[in-house]
């Protein structure tokens, strides 16, 4: 039986001490979770960072898959650094997390595997209230809000957009380069554009990594 392939797409925006080992570990423990499929390629978008980036590349350099990195010369925001990831990933599957990959390994696993049935065009990482609690009291505000406006406003079937881990085949690489918006919206015109294009999208629950603290929500990453 032949591996499927997938690709990781990392949008970096002045990442933590330490950003680069962690990702390495962590999709090292992800390629050995997926013995059905084959890590091929990790593909880091530095999106404008001032700091924290470049003096830790020496660490992401392994044998176990190809490695690009993509800069960008200024800020642009978590959607083109996605987008700008993608449209490299010629995998039979793409995903794309944050730089600190918060959610368990297994989690990410489960969404590849749910992806490698052929039956799912885009997988989405749905957060439970376990999540919510770790939430500073205005991002849950927001998280919680948008939940209710995608279902009820964008009569969307899964509420939670924002999870920040999706997973997808060829089809649904091609509708998430397709979208405009780049910032904290992205992730909603993802999911509304390819329900629109009937695209099959299921929702996997996800949980945090322990350790994970997440940052508030300030206004430029919603505008």
Not at 51 to 77: C, V
Not at 125 to 144: A, C, D, M
Not at 150 to 155: A, E, I, S, V
Request: one cysteine or more; a positive charge.
């Amino acid at each position: 039986m032949t591996q499927q392939s997938f690709d990781v797409v990392i949008p970096c925006y002045n990442p933590k001490a330490g950003w680069a080992k962690h990702l390495i570990n962590s999709l090292k423990e992800l390629d050995q979770t997926t013995p059905d499929f084959k890590l091929n390629k990790l593909i880091v978008v530095n999106d404008g960072s001032p700091t924290g980036f470049s003096s830790e590349l020496s660490d992401l350099q392994t044998d176990q898959w190809h490695l690009e990195i993509i800069e960008h010369d200024s800020n642009k925001g978590k959607g083109a650094a996605i987008r700008t990831g993608l449209s490299k990933s010629q995998a039979d599957i793409s995903m794309f997390t944050d730089v600190d990959v918060p959610y368990l390994i297994a989690d990410m696993a489960e969404m590849i595997k749910v992806l490698g049935k052929g039956q799912v065009d885009l997988a989405l990482g749905v957060r439970g209230e376990s999540y919510y609690s770790t939430l500073s009291r205005f991002r849950r505000f927001v998280s919680k809000g948008l939940l209710g406006l995608n279902k009820t406003l964008f009569n969307l079937s899964i509420g939670d957009t924002q999870g920040g881990l999706k997973a997808m085949n060829k089809i649904g690489r091609a509708v998430v380069i397709a979208t405009k918006i780049d910032r904290y919206l992205f992730d909603l015109e993802t999911v509304r554009l390819a329900s629109k294009k009937s695209l099959k999208i299921i929702g996997v629950e996800v949980r945090l990594q322990p350790d994970i603290q997440l940052p508030g929500l300030g206004l430029k990453t919603l505008i």
